[in-house]
């Protein structure tokens, strides 16, 4: 079976300009969550949704949203990207009612 | 507030054993979660931890005790490859994972 995956692998990007990462969750797997890594630290929670509804939302600004599709894929979007983005932006999908969380590759995002 | 500590490095040597500590302070807690996150990849899935006591799973160990908001992981037997960041995660039941910053450990010949 497939696991979690995430495109793009990497992305440069520029100060101001916007992106979007996307994720398609483990078969069977209705519930997407999206983390930012900086770099020697632990991943911190952005948004969860499931059933195409977002259930939850971490301490970020309003240049991020996310969204879910039927498919139960998501994307993840930025815009006015700064410096301090740059980041591996991890998704993670779960079976909805459990705790265990299943993480993608990473997309490696550079703002430069 | 949330709040994960576990120390930032860690080194030991190939053989040995290793314990890496975590202490937690949630507004829940439905669950304790041991990641291992090789440099540049994604977290992959070790323990998880709901009621206190051990859990062994071949050389890995993860114990939780939620009366004092602590767990280990502990480690035997170490190898090379063992060398990555180890991730404790709450699971309390607001946000699907508030994780700790990480310990990066090294396992030396």
């Known amino acids: 079976d497939a696991g979690v995956t995430q495109s793009p692998t990497h992305l440069i990007k520029t100060r101001g300009q916007h992106v979007t990462l996307r994720c398609s969750p483990i078969?069977?797997?209705?519930?997407v969550s999206w983390y930012q890594q900086v770099l020697g630290q632990g991943p911190q929670f952005i948004f969860q949704?499931?059933?195409?509804?977002?259930?939850g939302r971490g301490n970020f600004p309003d240049r991020f949203s996310a969204r879910q599709f039927p498919n139960y894929s998501s994307e993840l979007n930025v815009n006015a990207l700064l410096l301090g983005d740059s980041a591996l932006y991890l998704c993670?999908?779960?079976?909805?009612?459990?705790?265990?969380?299943?993480f993608g590759p990473g997309t490696r995002l550079t703002v430069l | 507030g949330q709040n994960i500590d576990q120390p930032t490095e860690m080194t030991a040597t190939e053989g040995a054993i290793v314990q890496i500590n975590c202490t937690y302070q949630?507004?829940?807690?439905?669950?304790l979660f041991w990641y291992q996150q090789h440099a540049g990849e994604a977290p992959t899935f070790l323990s998880y931890?709901?009621?206190?006591g051990l859990e062994e799973k071949g050389r890995f160990s993860s114990f939780l005790s939620r009366s004092k908001g602590y767990s280990y992981l502990l480690l035997k037997e170490l190898q090379m490859k063992d060398s990555a960041s180890y991730l404790c995660?709450?699971?309390?039941?607001?946000?699907?994972?508030?994780f700790g910053k990480g310990t990066r450990l090294s396992v030396i010949a």
């Open positions: 993670a999908s779960s079976l909805v009612g459990t705790n265990e969380q299943f």
């Open positions: 078969s069977g797997h209705k519930s």
């Open positions: 949704y499931y059933e195409k509804e977002e259930r």
């Open positions: 949630t507004s829940g807690f439905n669950g």
């Open positions: 931890n709901v009621l206190d």
């Open positions: 995660a709450v699971y309390s039941g607001n946000t699907p994972l508030v």
